[in-house]
T-cell receptor, first 115, second 112 residues
Framework: GENVEQHPSTLSVQEGDSAVIKCTYS??????FPWYKQELGKGPQLIIDIRSNVGEKKDQRIAVTLNKTAKHFSLHITETQPEDSAVYFC??????????????FGSGTQLTVLP | SQTIHQWPATLVQPVGSPLSLECTVEGTSNPNLYWYRQAAGRGLQLLFYSIGIDQISSEVPQNLSASRPQDRQFILSSKKLLLSDSGFYLC???????????FGPGTRLLVL
């Protein structure tokens, strides 16, 4: 199976600063890496994803980078705003067999943006 | 795009009582469906996944079970709840041949 480690577990930044969350994975067969944002009491929402044939992807203030050789990927949020405060999860998708693919999630990062 | 419904939103049950949580999906056909549990302040633990009607795999030995009576309906059940079953239960789906998982709003279960 896959093992995903996520750091840091908590992160506080000043409004306007950048935030970086890092994840590592173990299974070289993993080829899809989504990031989710979870607000209190709600289900996780996909915010950005990256496939293994791409090294970087950007969507406005959010970017994700992937280093396949080192098996790590990172989420970068620039110009942080208070509404970015939430728990962020990384995940790696790996083939389970047949048509099923499974996501293994990191343990989450509580991001707090201080006004 | 798909929409995932879960109900109830919140549930308080006594220890030893039965459980039935329902998840339905709209906007996609032949989805893969998933049940996750999230303890307070923790990550997501995969409980069950299903690639088709009556095709369900269990990830963690426990007193929970899952059923998929229809293509877009996934049910999580228990005959007798334990205190340790408390948590936030999330249903997720992938649509068609896609692998992106989308999550429902969740059900918060408190077992007393």
């Amino acid at each position: 199976g896959e093992n995903v480690e996520q750091h840091p577990s908590t992160l506080s930044v000043q409004e306007g600063d950048s935030a970086v969350i890092k994840c590592t994975y173990s299974d070289s067969a993993s080829n899809y890496f989504p990031w989710y944002k979870q607000e209190l009491g709600k289900g996780p929402q996909l915010i950005i994803d990256i496939r293994s044939n791409v090294g970087e992807k950007k969507d406005q203030r959010i970017a994700v980078t992937l280093n396949k050789t080192a098996k790590h990927f990172s989420l970068h949020i620039t110009e942080t705003q208070p509404e970015d405060s939430a728990v962020y999860f990384c995940a790696a998708s790996w083939p389970r067999g047949g048509s099923a693919r499974q996501l293994t999630f990191g343990s989450g990062t509580q991001l707090t943006v201080l006004p | 795009s798909q929409t995932i419904h879960q109900w109830p939103a919140t549930l308080v049950q006594p220890v030893g009582s039965p459980l039935s949580l329902e998840c339905t999906v709209e906007g996609t056909s032949n989805p893969n469906l998933y049940w996750y549990r999230q303890a307070a302040g923790r990550g997501l633990q995969l409980l069950f996944y299903s690639i088709g009607i009556d095709q369900i795999s269990s990830e963690v030995p426990q007193n929970l079970s899952a059923s998929r009576p229809q293509d877009r309906q996934f049910i999580l059940s228990s005959k007798k709840l334990l205190l340790s079953d408390s948590g936030f239960y999330l249903c997720a789906c992938t649509g068609g041949a896609g692998e992106t998982q989308y999550f429902g709003p969740g059900t918060r279960l408190l077992v007393l």
